[in-house]
């Protein structure tokens, strides 16, 4: 295997970074590693807040590292207590192995199962835990774990607080997944888990078994827990959750999903659900108004891809600027719009105003500037007077377009 670029600098240029428990990982990761992270099939599908640990695996197989994918057909039988404040419902076997084949098909849409030596691995952790008796498996690990250290952990305590309690069951959720690193070094060579903030509880106790059992320099990486700007939990819509199967959520809710993002989060979502280079990442998110609108559409295109194809993706795309009225300027791009009561035109509304509003320019002084620099156009009418106002002789076919040099353009839908 040969390191193509150092991961743990991929994923903090990214914003994708949390915590490590090694305080030498980039050291760590100049030479090939194997990481694992795990997936309990408790649904049929992935939803988006999956997405970031995937396109984690995904960095690091691009980087030249191994990644193993975990289906968790065991743990899913227990129910992992970390970030919920109540028991999960519990599944049938039969349950579980189908929602692990369909989740395990997701995941091969990012990541490249095959013979090289960065080839992805699947595995299901019910495989060496189910057949696990109840007594062995306490002789064998029960005696390298504190209860005074499981109950400061976290995913435990939050349960404790909230006065909801945990059953054992859950409790043993962190042993059973402990036990999963610990299979997976000795199996496959495996040094690396990631995991979501949540999971650093039991990712810390993995370490700590696999260097009591084993004697191995284990390590882990967290990623941050995805949440909104404007304090809306991910992935969640008025229709409900987004999920990664077409058959729930279709190619085009998906893509509207990220098209809709807010924009304080457009730079940060580039970042984790594309995988643009970082400087476009990085333009794309410094455009401001009407532009940034554009770096939306990006935004959702680039990710509807890695789930659904482009093909998928372009048909999103173009049904949504159908569906939303949106006008296309010479280069096929669409041109954002809004409304514009008629009734605001009735009496005249500044030119420059209006150039704000639509993001074409910062302020009065700045739009000021451009119209007396000849760069300002009612539709095909170069505007010469700064002080215009915009009128309802202005309309044309149910809209007024204003444009700023050739390609920033913006449509008023003039509504009576």
């Not at 696990?132 to 306490?138: A, N, P, S």
């Not at 504190?146 to 059953?167: A, H, P």
């Not at 302020?363 to 009418?381: F, I, M, Y």
Request: contains cysteine.
């Amino acid at each position: 295997m040969t390191i193509t670029a150092n991961l743990y600098d991929v994923l903090a240029e990214r914003g994708m970074l949390a915590q490590s428990t090694d305080e030498n990982i980039r050291q760590r990761l100049q030479s090939p590693q194997v990481a694992y992270n795990g997936f309990d099939p408790t649904a049929d599908s992935l939803h988006v807040g999956h997405l970031l640990p995937v396109m984690g695996l995904a960095h690091l197989q691009r980087c030249g590292h191994k990644p193993i994918v975990v289906i968790g057909g065991a743990t899913a039988m227990v129910g992992d207590p970390s970030g919920k404040t109540e028991a999960r419902q519990m599944l049938t076997r039969e349950q579980i192995e189908a929602n692990g084949q369909a989740i395990g098909a997701q995941i091969g849409r990012l990541l490249s199962f095959d013979d090289s030596p960065t080839g992805a691995v699947m595995v299901n952790n019910a495989d060496w835990l189910a057949g696990k008796g109840w007594i062995e498996m306490l002789r064998e690990i029960g005696a390298h774990f504190s209860v005074n250290r499981m109950l400061s952990m976290e995913s435990v305590k939050g349960r404790l607080e909230s006065g909801g309690g945990i059953t054992y069951l859950e409790f043993s959720y962190m042993i059973m997944q402990a036990y999963d690193f610990l299979h997976l070094h000795r199996e496959h060579g495996c040094t690396l888990q990631f995991g979501g903030q949540d999971q650093w509880g039991n990712i810390v106790m993995g370490i700590e078994l696999g260097r009591r059992l084993a004697g191995a320099e284990l390590a882990g990486l967290t990623l941050p827990l995805v949440t909104r700007a404007d304090g809306g939990k991910f992935g969640k819509t008025e229709a409900g959750t987004v999920w990664l199967d077409p058959k729930r959520t279709s190619p085009y809710e998906f893509y509207q999903f990220f098209r809709n993002t807010t924009d304080a989060d457009v730079g940060k979502y580039l970042g984790f659900f594309t995988f643009l280079p970082t400087d476009e990442v990085r333009e794309l998110a410094s455009r401001e108004g009407v532009e940034l609108n554009a770096s939306k559409e990006v935004l959702a295109y680039e990710a509807t891809k890695l789930i659904h194809g482009e093909a998928e993706a372009a048909k999103a795309r173009d049904d949504a600027r159908k569906a939303f009225g949106e006008a296309k300027d010479v280069t096929g791009d669409a041109i954002p719009h809004a409304e514009l009561p008629a009734s605001e035109l009735s009496e005249g509304v500044g030119l420059l105003a209006l150039m704000v509003r639509a993001g074409l320019a910062k302020s009065n002084g700045e739009a000021r500037r451009l119209v007396q620099g000849g760069g300002v156009r009612l539709h095909d009418e170069k505007v010469a007077d700064a002080m215009r106002t915009v009128t309802a002789e202005d309309v044309q076919d149910g809209y007024v377009l204003m444009r700023v040099g050739k390609k920033r353009l913006f449509r008023f839908d003039v509504k009576g």
